[in-house]
Each structure stands twice: as structure tokens, then as C-alpha cells.
């Protein structure tokens, strides 16, 4: 049977939300942000199964891949052989499935005759444990403290942390630019695809559950963040953080107060992937993970 997959929109907010929590997933992509944010640079398309899931249609390069649906656990390995024949029968085309999580793995229980499954080690996510972030006790995060005072005492009554909202687009995009500009030879692509995703987050942060905070000093938005929230994990996923890089101890600063003001009931943080970028894995080890959320490919045979 034909079907009709829809282009993802703020509009869809109110229908697919509450299908990304039947199912315990700690990814990054466990929440509608996630997918909003890249909807320009991937192509999410979105077919609505029986009122029971949430199947899915991306495409990158050219190339056209399915990602797990958004259902209940018990049913998930119905769903997924049922977009594996509409692939098969409709498109003509087998399945390849991007960013399965581990856990769906172990639901699925895949016969390896059939499917070649492959760790993609750089889309793996950092989860952290949410109340050593706030506090950064210990030897361990010694060094962040010691950057975190040192901006402190330099900036002392110039810098104010500050929850943001959609009045201020036109800093946080002016901020963007200026980081943006900063970085035109590192990542170019990637850098671009991001911002078209942090313009279109806030062209529509009225309709996304969105959380965004900066900081400014001496009046000037010099760092800012944004993430969600997954309350049935009590998880807060930190998807965009950005700060000037000659200010020292910005980054762990509005790193730590982000999770302090804006999400002091999380226990665990996501902080995403770090995208096989060597600079970008050593911050994020930095931080001391407690857990990789590793991802898949599942490649039908």
C-alpha cells in the first residue's frame, strides 16, 4: 500500500511528541528537537502507522535510509519488519537502518544471516551523570573549576548568565555569526548545516519544547546553548553549545549553568556525539562519560 510521508514541521509538534517517549532511549534523538534541528540537512519524512508508530524516511547524499520507528518496545519489531517490506515491495530497495540504539538491538533480537549490523562509533552519544556537571567535584574536574574561577575573577560584575527566548533571536544569530566566522576553516559544511538548523529552532521556538540560555559580558552575548528535556529518564540533552574561544573558562562556565538553572531535576545529561572530530572527543572525554549510548547501522541483506 502506498503511503504518504509527510515533511517534518513545527506544526507536527503536537502529534509525534508524545510517540518519542514509548519507548526507554537514551540517544540524543529521544526527543523532537533533535530531529527539527537537522530536518534541512537530512529530510526527515514521517508516516503515521496505524495511530501506534512512527516510521520514518531521511535522506543524506543521496541516499535513502529508514531510522527506527517511535513505538512501545513490545511493539517495535512489528513496526520495523513492516517498514522493511514497504522499502522492499513499495520502493523496490532493501533496508538500511541509521542510529539504532542498542537497546532496540537487543529488542529485535536480528538474525545475522540477514543483516549486517555496524557500530558507528562516531555518532555515539556522551551521557554524563547530571549532578557531577553542576558541582565538578574532585581531582578530576580540577581543571575545569580552575578555568571556571579564573573567569570568574576576570569578569567579575561584567558577565550575567541569562535564559533566552524567542525575543532574542536577532543577538543569538548575531553571537552565531560571529562564532561562525571564527571557525570558517574548520568543518565549513557542518558548520553551515548547523546554523540553517539553529535559524529554522528559532524561527519556531514558540511551537519546539526548547530550552536556550547565553551568556553576555559587557553586554555582549558571548556563549549560548540550547537543549530538551526527557522526562522519563530525567535527561537533559544539550544539542548546540557555543562560546568565544579567547575567553577562557566560557565553556565549562555556561556548560555548568546551563544544567544548574535550566535543568536542576536532570540526573543524567546527553551531550551527544562528537562526530569522529579529534578536538571535539577529547572535550567531551574531558568531562568523564559514564556511559557511551552507542549506534548502529542495520543493513538488510
Known sequence: MKREFKELTAKDIPILSRYFSLRANKTCDSTFLSSYLWKDSYHPRYYLNEGRAVQWLSEWEGKLSASLPLCTAEDLPYYFMDMQAYMNHELGMKMTVELADEAALEILDLAPDRYEITEERDAADYLYDADLLRRLPGKRYHKKKNHINAFLREYEG???YRTLSCCDEAEILEFLNRWKAGKADDGGHHLEMEYEGIAGVLDQCRSLQVKMAGIRVDGRLEAFTIGSYNKELRMAIIHIEKAN?????MYPFINQQFLANDFADALLVNRED?????GL?????????????????????
Open 274 to 278: 562528537d562526530m569522529g572530530l579529534p
Open 245 to 249: 574561544p579567547d575567553i577562557r573558562g
Open 158 to 160: 561584567r558577565y550575567e
Open 281 to 301: 572527543r577529547k572535550a567531551k572525554e574531558s568531562y568523564y562519560p559514564i556511559e557511551m549510548v552507542k549506534k548502529y547501522r542495520i543493513v538488510q541483506k
